[in-house]
């Protein structure tokens, strides 16, 4: 069956370090998202993306933030200089179709403990 | 407004018991509630889902049901078994969203005990 991967699946970084968060969605999969979750916090959604374009994001998804497709495989999670707040996990979704009852299918997570 | 409410933060049952994970929403503008299932070292699962205009849903032996007046939506685990230990969410999304923006609850770690 086929999975959405990440990778790493976890990473120790430095304060105000820039870090990057790789994900592979399922193939034929054409909208992406990332959410986040910090250690005993719910599930928070930072931003969606698709054609090439954010379609929206979250209050938390502010400009330290940035999410790339730079091919037809990868989408990737980019923070420019790293807080420790930004210590959580962060999971990729991808869906097939958009709308509000479409299954989105997530990665394992990568883990990201900022020092 | 944006909140789905969700208790307890964690449930501790025998096998063979009925678990209830129970939610809650302000926002009138959700009209889809998924429960997704996590275990541990793995991202979220789509469980189960329903729309605000049927009041129960079941698939195999899991259970949502839903009170629109109330505003308040659970998830029942009939017959629970060793393997339903994991972390559950129950989530929503809003009218006319259109990539489908997950809100999530808090989460809650069940354990059944054999």
């Known amino acids: 069956e086929p999975e959405v991967t990440q990778t790493p699946s976890h990473q120790v970084t430095q304060m105000g370090q820039e870090v990057i968060l790789r994900c592979v969605p399922i193939?034929?999969?054409?909208?992406f998202y990332w959410y986040r979750q910090i250690l005993g916090q719910k599930v928070e959604f930072l931003v969606s993306?698709?054609?090439?374009?954010?379609?929206?994001k979250s209050e938390i998804f502010d400009d330290q933030f940035s999410v790339e497709r730079p091919d037809g495989s990868n989408f990737t999670l980019k923070i420019r200089s790293t807080k420790l707040e930004d210590s959580a996990m962060y999971f990729c979704?991808?869906?097939?179709?958009?709308?509000?009852?479409?299954?989105?299918?997530f990665g394992p997570g990568t883990r990201l403990t900022v020092l | 407004q944006q909140q789905v409410k969700q208790s307890p933060q964690s449930l501790i049952v025998q096998k063979g018991g009925i678990p209830i994970i129970n939610c809650a929403y302000e926002?009138?503008?959700?009209?889809?509630f998924p429960w997704y299932q996590q275990f541990p070292g793995k991202g979220p699962a789509l469980l189960i889902a329903?729309?605000?205009?049927?009041s129960e849903k079941k698939e195999g032996r899991f259970t949502i049901s839903f009170n629109k007046s109330a505003k308040q939506f659970s998830l029942h685990i009939m017959d629970s078994q060793p393997g339903d230990s994991a972390t559950y969410f129950c989530?929503?999304?809003?009218?006319?969203?259109?990539?489908?923006?997950?809100?999530f609850g808090r989460g809650t770690q069940l354990t059944v005990w054999p």
């Open positions: 989530a929503a999304t809003l009218r006319g969203s259109t990539l489908g923006r997950l809100y």
């Open positions: 993306f698709y054609n090439n374009e954010i379609s929206e």
């Open positions: 193939s034929n999969h054409l909208y």
């Open positions: 979704a991808s869906s097939t179709n958009r709308g509000s009852t479409d299954t989105q299918y």
């Open positions: 329903i729309r605000p205009d049927v």
């Open positions: 926002n009138t503008a959700f009209d889809y």
